[in-house]
């Protein structure tokens, strides 16, 4: 059984290693990290507000000064769309999820509240729970962008940039880094 602990904003959350991982398990590891770091080199900010489904709630999450041993705590290696490669996710599992509320995350909203949100407009999830972030935790007006996240974070609140994240959300993709990196 794979046991789930993170190392962040100084709680002691560690990813333990089942002796018994195969040699893919760990060259994925290893991708995974470069990826995180190319990430993390390449982004305009390290402050995140990571949002989930868990237990009938929708929470949220912030956590500033994110680096990349922190954001592959939180992330998966999974296969991107379109030939793009590998793709780094925000994929918590539920023991995932117990660890982040337990790290402090709080409740935004219900997810019945969040479907009837996400039924009445055009947005997808994601940006969805962007939207009450904004509107709800810093009490702005939410306007959708495509700024890419090299440029500028997704919420600026009190001169604070901050990249959001919501379950099931692509960080980057091979193609993307590689392209970066040209």
């Not at 190392?7 to 002796?19: E, H, S």
């Not at 023991?95 to 509320?101: C, I, P, R």
Request: hydrophobic share 45%; charged share 20%; glycine share 6%.
């Amino acid at each position: 059984m794979k046991v789930l602990i993170l190392a962040i904003d100084g709680l002691i959350i560690v990813p333990v290693r089942n002796k018994h991982e195969s040699e893919d398990n760990m060259k994925n590891t290893a991708a995974q990290m470069s990826m995180c770091n190319g990430y993390t080199n390449a982004a305009a900010t390290h402050n995140y507000v990571f949002t989930f489904e868990y237990a009938r709630n929708v929470w949220a999450l912030c956590l500033r000064d994110v680096n990349a041993d922190k954001l592959q705590t939180l992330t998966k290696l999974d296969r991107a769309s379109r030939g793009a490669g590998l793709a780094l996710r925000f994929k918590p599992t539920n023991a995932d999820k117990v660890a982040l509320v337990a790290m402090g995350a709080h409740v935004l909203c219900s997810v019945a509240y969040f479907n009837d949100v996400f039924a009445s407009v055009k947005y997808n999830r994601g940006e969805v729970a962007e939207m009450l972030v904004t509107e709800q935790m810093f009490g702005q007006k939410w306007v959708k962008d495509s700024v890419p996240f090299t440029v500028d974070g997704d919420i600026n609140a009190d001169g604070v940039k901050w990249q959001h994240k919501h379950q099931g959300a692509t960080f980057c993709n091979e193609r993307t880094l590689h392209n970066l990196a040209c």
